[in-house]
């Protein structure tokens, strides 16, 4: 029997889990590990951020997907992975053995030093699957200030996710607390916000961030928590009582004491067939993958990566040879705006509206519908 072990539960596990469940083969076993059964699905968090849908339904549940391609699930994220034994060591202790893996763990976030007391409340973005508990926190905060008041939230980041996250979270803040007098701030390295986006959608957001009273500072790096705010690279201060860490995303710690090639970030080095470099029956995809030209970080590219990892894994299983991944030359981006309305980009096109955010949010359901039976059926 052939050992196949996915490490994490990452977007384009999924797709494997699926293929698996629609063509079984009885000659592979397959074994999923993460931290918890339910993954969360990117392209929902903000809908959720801004109190618009449930936790539940932004997540795949990957111990029911694992029921019906036939696979085990064991609730325990991968801490070291050994790849000339062929082994992977959980957090409980526990060893397993494989002859194929593929490593779909995401990312997490470089973050800042802090300085002195009375620092601004930090959210970190990033790893996605705690950020339902880091969020929790941070609404029990906000439900203890006192009455009036004002509170300044700053984004560090000013990509796409970066400014979405903002809308999102003062959407819902100024829900939660409308006595309080809430105002936003994006911190942007970059000398343009959306560096990578067409004219159109940059001044699309420009006014979405606009409509929700938020201010953009360019060439402005954040680099360090202070009392009462964020110190910049460039020596400035931005005054801060909640920040949303959104930038400098990087490989989790553990994978830096293996033998996986990785980039200067800490992600897995992989060839265009998404097979780790030099390392034959290792594979990765999505964030903590490192592909040659890079990409950039976003679920979009998880997504498209997973039907292709599934043959590959298949093949893999059975000696057979590999194929090349082609990238998107472009990809749709759509970004909620935390007012009902959405922004969508491809290249230099650009469109807005609430008829965008409806789409959005169709899209997304048939995502998770793929993936997640029926409820009466779980």
């Known amino acids: 029997m052939i050992q196949l072990l996915l490490i994490g539960a990452g977007h384009a596990h999924a797709f494997v889990l ?23 699905y990117s392209g929902s968090v903000p809908a959720w951020l801004s109190g618009e849908c449930s936790l539940r339904d932004t997540q795949i549940d990957v111990a029911a997907l694992c029921q019906r391609a036939g696979a085990q699930f064991v609730s325990s994220p991968a801490v070291a992975i050994d790849s000339k034994a062929r082994h992977v060591t959980l957090a409980n202790g526990e060893t ?28 970190a973005m990033r ?41 999102s979270v003062l959407a819902q803040v100024r829900h939660q607390r409308p006595d ?14 959306l560096p990578d986006a067409g004219r159109l959608p940059r001044w699309l957001t420009r006014r979405a961030l606009a409509r929700a009273g938020i201010q953009l500072h360019l060439r402005q790096r954040g680099a360090s928590l202070l009392e009462g705010g964020v110190a910049t690279t460039q020596g400035g201060f931005i005054a801060a009582d909640i920040v949303l860490w959104a930038t400098g995303a990087v490989g989790h710690d553990w994978l830096s004491n293996t033998q996986l090639p990785l980039d200067a970030q800490g992600f897995i080095r ?47 299983c059975h000696g ?11 990809v749709l981006a759509l970004i909620g705006t ?10 230099a096109l650009g469109v807005s509206g609430r008829w965008v955010w409806k ?20």
């Open 270 to 316: 992989v060839e265009k067939t998404l097979e780790v470099a030099g390392q034959p029956g290792i594979f990765a995809a999505g964030d903590c993958a490192a592909c040659d030209p890079p990409l950039p970080n976003a679920g979009v590219y998880a997504v498209r990566m997973g039907p292709h990892l599934a043959d590959s894994l298949r093949r893999a």
């Open 359 to 378: 789409w959005k949010k169709r899209i997304d359901a048939r995502f998770l519908a793929r993936f997640n039976p029926p409820f009466e059926d779980q």
């Open 96 to 123: 397993l053995h494989f002859d194929v893996a593929s490593l779909n763990v995401g990312s997490t976030l470089a973050l800042p030093t802090q300085h002195g007391d009375h620092l601004p409340h930090l959210l």
């Open 127 to 167: 790893p996605l699957s705690s950020l339902h508990h880091r969020w929790q926190a941070l609404c029990d905060d906000i439900e203890r200030l006192p009455q009036g008041g004002h509170q300044r939230v700053v984004s560090v980041g000013g990509g796409a996710a970066g400014c979405e996250t903002l809308l």
């Open 338 to 347: 935390g007012d009902g309305r959405a922004i969508a980009s491809r290249g």
């Open 18 to 40: 699926e293929a698996f469940a629609r063509h079984p083969d009885a000659s592979v076993a397959i074994t999923v590990v993460s931290d918890s059964p339910m993954a969360a």
């Open 320 to 330: 057979e040879s590999l194929t090349e991944w082609q990238p998107p030359a472009r």
């Open 180 to 193: 309080i007098h809430w105002s936003g701030h994006v911190l942007s390295a970059s000398q343009t916000l």
